[in-house]
T-cell receptor, first 114, second 110 residues
């Protein structure tokens, strides 16, 4: 079976532009998570969806970041007015049922803001 | 919030050697996972182990939840074991977010 997939694998954009990052979770997984990993650091939590709703968005750094999961499967992370400090690898994970089940990660999207 | 500390931060081994990586956490957890991040950045699941002991080939892990630590054992290390090992937990008081340690960078020399 397919794992978590993320597109694009790499995204280069200019400061001030808008970007969308996509995540396809493992089929049947109801929980979906976004994390961000900067160079030399462990991943940091951004947002967690249970079904279509955001159960915890406490990790979103500011209101330029927004994520949706309209049908409870695919999710899109949206970043407005990108800044150079947003450059990082954005990771998506999914798990069956509740948040404390085993999480499986996608390969990530490397975002570079010039 | 919960704190996760991993030790050692860096480890260099000769191929064939054994090693133990440690993860300490500051509060009760519902989930503890060990990951290996390969050179391409992919996080590979090693163990889901909120408590108890598990083994998978040359790797094994033990979590003592009451004492708030977990250990990852690597035996007969191979060069392909090189990379960063992360411990991550979900606090019992929390929804589902994994809190990661800073990782242990392992280099296995031939």
């Amino acid at each position: 079976g397919a794992g978590v997939s993320q597109t694009p694998s790499n995204k280069v954009t200019e400061k001030g532009k808008y970007v969308e990052l996509r995540c396809d979770p493992i089929s049947g997984h109801t929980a979906l998570y976004w994390y961000r990993q900067s160079l030399g650091q462990g991943p940091e939590f951004l947002i967690y969806f249970q079904g279509t709703g955001a159960a915890d968005d406490s990790g979103l750094p500011n209101d330029r970041f927004f994520a949706v999961r309209p049908e409870g499967s695919v999710s899109t992370l949206k970043i407005q007015r990108t800044e150079r400090g947003d450059s990082a690898v954005y990771l998506c994970a999914s798990s069956a049922d509740r948040g404390y089940n085993e999480q499986f990660f996608g390969p990530g999207t490397r975002l570079t803001v010039l | 919030g919960i704190q996760v500390e991993q030790s050692p931060p860096d480890l260099i081994l000769q191929e064939g050697a054994n090693s133990t990586l440690r993860c300490n956490f500051s509060d009760s957890v519902n989930n503890l996972q060990w990951f290996h991040q390969n050179p391409w950045g992919q996080l590979i699941n090693l163990f889901y182990i909120p408590s108890g002991t598990k083994q998978n080939g040359r790797l094994s892990a033990t979590t003592v939840a009451t004492e708030r630590y977990s250990l990852l054992y690597i035996s007969s290390s191979q060069t392909t074991d090189s990379g960063v090992y992360f411990c991550a937990v979900v606090a019992a008081s929390n929804t589902g977010k994994l809190i990661f340690g800073q990782g242990t960078t392992l280099q296995v020399k031939p």
